[in-house]
């Protein structure tokens, strides 16, 4: 059987057999399942490499326009799962570890799921790749090599406890070290004007402190191409790592002191920022990669031009939110200072280069930096900054007259702070939003102003994710029952889809469906007793919130209303309810402490609700520690209910929501980010909403009229849940959960009371939650919904998006690879 041109199934496993001897000094039989899977990576990266190789060569060959996708953080997942399937290998590899009597899914299973990112901004970033190499685009990501990622959450006594993730610990089987590519980054120091012999002056930067960035590549393969595009991150290392003389005169720390400050840079994603020195060392993370990237780009550049006009035909940089922004002042940088290219035409370069996606409405997001520690730490960019801020008020004021509010409200710096986004816009040609409400917001709300001057670069493209990763291998049951059922045009056409619509009313194609649904939540229910000792009930409605803790995204609403269900039945004991299963999971920010508070509330609920033998079982709640990639592939494919309630105005678009849509499950949500959309696409009939809309939210933001006393006065469920969470109900301590409580109806230090409307929405979202119930004991309705979801999900593959995104702003030309 042949594999992949000549390389036979035969081949495979000659080839396996002897990677296990050469790599492990094992058989087979005698080897662990992490020596296979060791074994088994080196045998499919044989067939990786030869692509790799042949899809830069060409790319230098043809001198080819590469699009460069610049992101804080990639949150990839497995690398051999992905690989299989995106080589169209999965089942034939199934077949070659069968016949040795191994357990593929426990060699997949030995992979460490890579810490490279956090949330949906990272899993974006990630499924963009797929797409972009999918469709025959040129493409590297840039970012970090996080050493310990964000961190490892365990839950201990129900309180979340931050350890290092040591993805490393066992090496790096999938990433190359290019040593040849290494750069100079440079920190702090003095800016010193130099006359040049022209009569020009530039600018030199002296006593500095360098760092070196190294850079490990990643291959990411494209499904049905030979296209393997790249992921670059960037480690950074010490110039000199070792001082013998220090270490001679007894001086040992000083002796790697350099080499100690170097490693902080690439240890961890996201650190604390509620310090100074935090604060620093993410101002440094983003200029390390971002600065180390620019440089190997104009490197590469300068191989085959000398006319920096054309760098915007050769090179787009895509700003993945503000992370990225300190592009448009280093780009700047790299061009007058080190090229000799004069301001004018260096700007115009710039905009015409840089791109810039914005992925929040939260104001508090807009990242901004405190000019002393800015220049201190950047004083060149400082100053490269300052004069694009006063360029731009300088047209500000041509524009609007002497406004100093207008100016001040729109500077890039202002109030002793530098406002990333405000460059990122000035300095792009392009500014999208990633759903359509996110983006009419952008536009009406958040950056009016910016949208009033700049109209033409102002963008939506709704995100979406790649259903390769996300159908193909988290669900392959379903995926083979599509594939048998419509072809697997699927795959890179994820509008074939909509061919599944008339069988929503198949008995026989609804009775598969439902019945794979069933398996994945008995797989589920497996997996949680084996790691937690709890056991849950496959006939439940799984109801699950998936996502990193923050307060808009309300898992608040959720456990009280979990509560509230449990107030009921202890009530009514008699009351007949389709018996659910809530399934909660995600990290919070190591310095957020009232989102780590709600992840103690769940846990505080889920002990008092799991362990009342009065419920009989009619509710359980979990909360599934160190939630990752590998656990959203188990967890999504077992769903029936999709937890999306974020304030309305407050999620920019969410791909959570599509990956549970893309494997029937029936979304509860508000009309909020790609919820909306989702609406558009399904009808109301095949989707839950619930709660105020973004109109209504923003009105009363503005207005201050609301008052939460007045839904605590005029509803006794929401007095008893708050009540609860003072009264030792769920914990010894009285005052462990009363920041929840005062938060929500006085405002915590000051804070705005309820600033998320969880009791405003309360009533609505359980509404929401009976209707749940009603439709899911209605089950030949119930299967309807999942299956028309499944159908309507076309819209929101990655693919889509990243045509969009190459359409009307890249410009890329799709190369084809032929081996």
């Known amino acids: 059987m042949v594999l992949n041109g000549t390389f036979t199934k035969e081949k495979l496993k000659e080839r396996l057999v002897e990677n296990v001897k050469t790599l492990s000094r094992k058989t087979i039989d005698t080897a ?85 990112g956090n949330g949906g901004l990272g899993r974006l970033a990630a499924c963009f790749l797929d797409s972009l190499s999918t469709l025959q685009l040129p493409a590297y990501g840039c970012g970090i090599r996080y050493h310990y990622g964000i961190f490892e959450q365990k839950i201990e006594n129900g309180f979340q406890i931050e350890r290092p993730d040591n993805w490393l610990e066992n090496g790096d089987l999938w990433g190359v070290k290019r040593q040849e590519y290494a750069v100079e980054v440079k920190f702090g120091g003095d800016v010193r004007a130099m006359k040049k012999p022209n009569g020009e002056f530039t600018f030199v930067q002296e006593n500095t402190q360098s760092i070196r960035a190294v850079p490990y590549d990643y291959p990411v393969l494209g499904y049905g ?293 069933r398996d994945n939540k008995v797989a589920l229910a497996g997996f949680i007793k084996q790691t937690t000792g709890h056991v849950v009930d496959p006939n439940s409605i799984f109801d699950i919130q998936i996502k990193r803790l923050h307060e808009y995204k309300r898992q608040l609403l959720n456990i009280l209303h979990a509560l509230y269900l449990y107030k009921q039945l202890k009530i009514a004991p008699w009351m007949d309810i389709a018996p659910r299963t809530f399934i909660f999971s995600g990290k919070a920010a190591a310095s957020y402490h009232r989102a780590k508070l709600i992840i103690k509330l769940i846990n505080s609920v889920a002990n008092l609700v799991n362990n009342d033998p009065t419920i009989e079982d009619r509710i359980k709640i979990l909360f599934l520690e160190n939630y990752r990639v590998s656990m959203a592939e188990r967890l999504i494919p077992a769903a029936d209910v999709s937890e999306q309630i974020s304030t309305a105005g407050k999620e920019a678009s969410g791909t959570g929501n599509m990956k549970f849509m893309l494997n029937g499950a029936i979304t509860l949500g508000t009309m909020d980010g790609a919820n909306v959309e989702i609406f558009e696409e399904v009808g109301p009939e095949n989707i839950v909403i619930f709660g105020m809309s973004a109109d209504e939210v923003a009105a009363l933001y503005a207005s201050g009229a609301y008052n939460p006393w007045d839904a605590y006065n005029m509803d006794t469920n929401i007095q008893h849940i708050l009540t609860q969470l003072i009264n030792g109900s769920l914990s010894d301590n009285h005052d462990l959960f009363r920041e929840i409580y005062e938060a929500l109806l006085n405002g915590y230090h000051g804070q705005v009371a309820d600033e998320y409307f969880v009791l405003k929405d309360f009533a609505s979202y359980a509404q929401g939650h009976e209707k749940i119930g009603e439709l899911y004991r209605d089950t030949e309705k119930w299967r309807q919904m999942a299956i028309i979801n499944v159908a309507k999900s076309g819209k929101f593959s990655s693919d889509r998006t990243i045509r969009q995104y190459n359409d009307e702003i890249w410009k890329l030309d799709e190369v084809k690879i032929n081996l």
């Open 32 to 116: 662990s399942k992490e020596q296979l899977y060791e074994a088994l990576v080196f045998t499919i990266r044989d067939l990786v490499t030869d692509k790799w190789i042949a899809t830069h060569d060409v790319y230098n060959n043809e001198d080819v326009k590469i699009v460069y996708y610049l992101s804080m953080e990639f949150l990839m997942g497995r690398f051999l799962g992905n690989a299989v399937i995106n080589l169209s290998l999965d089942s034939q590899v199934r077949e070659v570890l069968d016949e040795l009597g191994i357990d593929y899914n426990a060699v997949e299973d030995a992979e460490r799921d890579p810490g490279l």
């Open 225 to 517: 191409t030979n296209t393997v595009n790249t992921l670059r991150l960037w480690d950074a290392e010490a110039i000199n790592k070792f001082d013998l003389g220090y270490f001679n005169q007894g001086q040992y720390h000083k002796a790697v002191e350099e080499q100690n400050l170097a490693k902080t840079l690439s240890e961890v994603l996201y650190p604390a920022d509620d310090t100074v020195a935090g604060k620093e060392l993410r101002l440094r993370q983003q200029y390390f990669f971002v600065s180390a990237t620019l440089q190997r780009i104009i490197a590469r550049f300068k191989e085959n031009h000398d006319d920096f006009s054309k760098l915007p035909d050769k090179v787009a940089l895509q700003l993945n939110d503000t992370h990225p922004s300190v592009a448009v002042p280093e780009l700047m940088r790299i061009l007058v200072d080190e090229n000799g290219v004069n301001w004018d035409d260096a700007w115009k370069i710039t905009r015409k280069t840089c791109a810039y996606t914005n992925h929040t409405i939260m104001s508090e997001a807009l990242e901004k930096w405190p000019t002393e520690l800015f220049s201190r730490v950047l004083p060149r960019i400082y100053m490269i900054v300052e004069e694009i801020n006063r360029r731009f008020c300088a047209d500000l004021i041509k524009w609007y007259g002497n406004d100093p509010e207008k100016v001040r409200s729109m500077a890039i710096i202002a109030d002793g702070y530098i406002r990333m986004a405000f460059l990122a816009i000035v300095g792009s040609n392009s500014v999208n939003g990633v759903a359509a409400l996110h983006t009419e917001i952008l536009k009406n709300q958040e950056l009016k102003d910016f949208y009033e001057i700049y109209p033409n670069k102002f963008n939506n493209k709704t995100n979406g994710i790649t259903q390769r990763r996300w159908l193909a291998h988290a669900n392959p049951a379903l995926a083979a029952l599509i594939t048998e059922t419509i072809g697997d045009k699927w795959l890179k056409d994820l509008g074939h889809l909509e061919n599944l619509l008339p069988y929503a009313k198949d008995a026989a194609f609804a009775e598969q469906f439902m019945k794979i649904k």
